[in-house]
């Protein structure tokens, strides 16, 4: 869900990486790019996302 809701598009899964719940992990993929809004942590359903400023 935090990959949809990207207001700048850099987020996506990670494909060489699977937790351990068995899913494919979101990464930035252009930290210069992020706004800070920190939609991508309020959509996170693991609460696994934390956006520092």
Known sequence: MCTDVCPVGILELDPD???AKG???AHCTDEDKCTGCATCATMCPDVAITVER
């Open 17 to 19: 990486v699977i937790t």
């Open 23 to 25: 899913y494919h992990p």
